[in-house]
């Protein structure tokens, strides 16, 4: 029997009514929500479970509202009988949900923190200056040299190294549509650019990762309960002294959730327990190792039968 690690989603796996499930039957999930409402000043739980679509997906609501509800699973999951993993990883944001669960940051910390974030990352780049797309079936390397190639002197590089067949790439949205023709024409099966708010985790967000600093130097950071493989280096760590440093270089680098995939399976991982909204994350980890097993707690059912299944 190999190691357990519980992975947490980020932006883009939210929806409303996400959550509420947990809520009505679990006191421990209850709890999180209200710390939120409390720590935030308005209720983040209406708008998770009955608020507008609209709302949810502005990024200062989206980034609380996804670690609130990873973490009201991951509470009910262990007063639930959930053993502890041997290690966590989250998906950008779900870092800080990562990180929570592992005893790192203060919850009330922490969903603060990430509003403030998603408003840095939101206000460092004029709507409409960047653009983010997902180029399907080519490799990190081909990718890498038609952002250099399509950059022209402004930004253009790789955000989220998702899987071998999936890199989401981040710049200037003319850089971006260049990438994606060259892209086309060097084989790529697909370019789709995304409906996001946002250039994320390129170097346009340099003036996000500046403010959230300040706000990430302040919080204080506990001892490690189990290790946290982090997006900027893929490295596992269970100090909390390089914490806030990894948390700042997040905003300005590619997500390497592919690395950190593959390094939890060299360290013997062979289940993952996707924690929170949606099964994004799943189907990305079948793309990088298919002989990892994937599972998931998003409510009352799948919580019962990730335990019996475990």
């Known amino acids: 029997m190999g190691k357990i690690a519980y992975i947490f989603p980020g932006q883009g796996s939210q929806a409303v009514g996400m959550g509420k499930d947990l809520f ?3 006191p421990a999930a209850r709890e999180v929500y209200q710390e939120a409402n409390e720590a935030l000043g308005f209720s983040l739980s209406e708008m998770c479970f009955s608020g507008s679509e609209e709302d949810l997906a502005l990024t200062a609501n989206t980034q609380p509202a996804i670690l609130t509800t990873s ?4 509470r009910a999951m262990i007063a639930e009988g959930f053993g502890q993993p041997s290690y966590v990883a989250g998906h950008s944001l779900g870092e800080y949900s990562a990180l929570v669960a592992a005893g790192v940051l203060d919850f009330a ?3 603060k923190t990430v509003r403030k974030r998603g408003t840095y990352m939101q206000e460092a780049v004029p709507v409409g200056v960047g653009a983010m797309a997902a180029i399907l079936g080519s490799d990190i390397g081909t990718i890498e040299q038609a952002c250099a190639d399509a950059a022209n002197g402004q930004i253009c590089s790789p955000a989220n190294i998702n899987s071998p067949s999936q890199v989401v790439i981040a710049g200037n949205a003319d850089a971006v549509d260049r990438a994606c023709d060259l892209l086309k024409e060097r084989g790529a099966k697909r370019a789709v650019k995304l409906n996001v708010s946002a250039p994320f985790h ?4 340099m003036p996000a990762q500046e403010r959230l ?3 990430l130097g302040k919080l204080n950071y506990g001892t490690f309960s189990f290790p946290v493989v982090h997006n900027f280096d893929a490295a596992v760590n269970s100090d909390p002294g390089v914490v806030c440093d990894r948390l700042t270089q997040q905003v300005s680098s590619p997500v390497r959730w592919m690395q950190s995939v593959k390094q939890m399976a060299s360290n013997d991982v062979s289940t993952m327990v996707e924690v ?3 099964k994004v994350l799943s189907g990305l980890v079948r793309q990088i190792d298919r002989d990892v097993r994937c599972l998931n707690v998003e409510n009352s059912e799948s919580l019962r039968n ?3 299944t475990l």
Do not use: F, K, W
């Not at 973490?71 to 991951?74: F, K, M, T």
């Not at 390129?202 to 967000?205: D, E, G, K, P, T």
């Open 24 to 26: 009505d039957n679990y």
């Open 71 to 74: 973490v009201a699973a991951y």
């Open 109 to 111: 910390d922490a969903v």
């Open 202 to 205: 390129c170097a346009l967000m």
């Open 213 to 215: 600093a300040d706000d």
């Open 276 to 278: 929170g909204a949606g």
């Open 306 to 308: 990730t335990l019996e």
